[in-house]
């Protein structure tokens, strides 16, 4: 049963890579968008109502992109569809 | 059947790397455009709506090539086309 | 028949990570076009119009650069000329 | 026993890796958070309440990404579901 | 008839990866030009017309790079003038 | 027990690097949020008591990320969980 | 008849990639060139011929340099002089 | 003993890089916090009681990843808990 | 006649590969020299004759480094001097 | 005793890398703090006593950090503790 | 009389890559000295004599960085000092 | 004595190495410090005093990097301590 | 004779490339020097004569950088000290 | 004597590159003083002696690290202590 480990090995370390590569571009998506949002709550404090509800829309559009990666990560840790392939 | 094994290690992993690696760009875009979006809010407060119009239309457009890889990357997990060659 | 398996798993392997590799200009130059029109409308709010007009039609030509990557993908997943010459 | 050794090797030093860089992006987010919100203090001391409650829930998001990382790792190291397939 | 494959999957993996990086270099001229257009509209709404002139000729220039890599892959993928050294 | 022995060597190893490159991005994120706090405490001396905290908090959560790196580093060296299936 | 496959494949994979590489300057050098002009239009509109016509002998030159690449590709694709040594 | 010695090399050799990569972050951290404290001395030298105290436990902050690596790297030279399992 | 196979092999990549890599600094050279012409023209349009005069003298200092990569590469693809050594 | 060579040789490489690879963070540290302590000093040189003393000090912190890098090069170039191991 | 073709290819491969290399510092020095230039004659119409006089000596000595190349790599070509070591 | 040719060769290129890597930060952040120097001393000539020892002590410090890595450097190559080990 | 031939073939190809990497800095720094001096013409036209006489021994010190590397290369291609040793 | 061979090639190629590389920090260095001392006499011309003093004194200390590199390589070249093991 050694492709068997192989799988389980690869999978593993691809997995926890992919995680980690994967929130690297939201990471500092999110940085740079608070960031520009605190600055423009110096500059124009009573337009908070639209730049906090502008941040929030673009922080779940950026967790969406981390979203994608956790569930692929998640899906080939608990459920690969092309394990069947290997089981028959 | 070890070639099979290969075919569904790679697929896996190659997934894994591909999701992980295409949202780096989506991820960047957004975050520029949404901290651009902030300061053209906390400058001009009045023209509000233009600037969410612009915006939601631009991540929009970004989003889709996030969306494009995930359609590859889940294509390549659940229904290879390819396969039919490795299953004759 | 382990020659064909080569094909297909570099062929799956190769067009992940095309598209995922693929994105990534057209998504930074969506993000820089958005952000600059975003920037555009808080100066110029009465310019709305040209400005709109511009940014279509630009991120309809980058657009334009994604699709080719994916046309690539799609012919190598779903109809690659080349294989002919593996199953004759 | 030799492929299981790979397993744990494998896993061990992965995971060590995945958290070692998946802390890179959210650090340079909040360094790059924080670092703005003390800029915006010192400009508009007094909309420091706004400041701090928008950076507070950036700071929030951003240590999520994190969390998605340990998650990982830690499922990896303590009960990765994969391993069934290695007992069997 | 092993060469063919050999032939056959570095086509299709070549082709793939050199759409995928030949279209970087266009993305981003596009996207700066674009953005840089914008910008001119916001400060000289009066010369849009010279502006937009200027624009299309531009992109059309940096898009005949991008058709010059794609005419070099479609080659190699429906009619490689190489070819008929291997199937003499 | 030569197997022993690799497990050993690239935990040792893996855990030295992981260590080394974690505390990378804190140590550039703090530096990021101490030099602007000092720039903030030059520029608005009375708002000292809001940085003073502000940056507190923030390099609080910073060091959060590092210690996630120790954390997992200490276990890998001192009460590794994958250990027991080495060691049946 | 091993060798000439090799010189096949290896010629194709070296065009693909050549041709990819090859634009990335040009590309790059003509977004530059096309923005330039366009702020020198919105700051000059008045100057707009001799922009014009340095913007269009530069574009002719940066263009040549794709040329050069172009034809180094088609002449090893089309065209190869080293090939005779092969084929005697 | 071979397997002794592959255990020493690569302990040595890590240890050493280990601290030489560990010390990257820190240092440029310092630097930077420094440097901005200089700058600030320079605009606001009547603040330079809190400026010094808000540096030095930035230092001291920084110091601290430092003294992560060192701690884990004299660890792995002087007392590896991992060494129990081969001496056994 | 295997040897000459490499010879000719390698020799194609080669040319084709240093053709690629050496236009990338004409290029970038060229863009800039004629963004910056642009720029000047805007600022000083009645310069005009001395800004052309000496842009189009840098132009082709410039145009003489990407021809030195041609004349090698052609040289290598045509007539190499060394290929004599091969054939006596 | 080939295994000795091995460890003589890769501790003296290690050694030699590690230290031209630990000074390079102390050294752009430095020189950043120290064109900064020149700047503040041409800006405010009534303050000179101030800067002087803060620069001495965070010369020392960051020269801290080199000594960390020295002293276990010099530990395993002089006393590698580890070495009982393999005179045992 | 396999090695001698090993240095012919070598000898070839590297001359291409070396010219292609070594044109990237002069081209981008020449570059930003005629940029510079460019920006110079506008802001300054009237020193345009001493500006040309101080380019051409300036691209004169960068020239001669691209000649050394050249002259290393026509060396490597035509005459070869080292090849005499071969036909003895 | 094929070992002992190891050791040396190692040792000399590692040496080579270990001291044209360690000159790069201490080069740069000479660099660094003397162009601020100057450009301090065009702001405020009369503090030319303050301004030449400061900078001498900071190049004196720099350069004390760059003598721990020769040191290392000549102790590889003079009188290196491991040796004993080899000649016993 | 085949050690010869690696000697020739290396020495040839290293030095090459070291010619190619070794006018890489001097070529950015003579950049950089000249476009200052023409910077500083334009701004300062009555301190030609300090200006020039500036530049010329600064490019004469750089050049000499670039001479060290062409020496050792000559060196190296026509009298390398260490051929005794393959003669004997 | 095949061990001779690989000691006097590998010592020619590490002094090679050791001295490409080993000139990069010194040459960036330098073309940043030079261009520093070049703005800072346009500023400030009354100011040369100090100016011209200062940008000496630097130059040496920065010529001082690439003799370092220097002499290491002379010394690698031309006798290195080391070969005493071999000749032995």
Known sequence: ????HWFV??????AA??????????GLAMGKAIAQALD????QPEAEKAITRTL????????????YVLVVVLIILFRNPLIEYLLK
């Open 40 to 43: 423009a709550l110096a500059r």
């Open 9 to 14: 090995i690869l999978s593993t370390v691809g």
């Open 56 to 67: 929030f829309i673009g922080l779940a559009m950026i967790e969406s992109l981390a979203i």
């Open 17 to 26: 890579l992919a995680i980690a590569i994967g929130v690297l571009a939201p």
């Open 1 to 4: 049963m050694s492709d068997m």
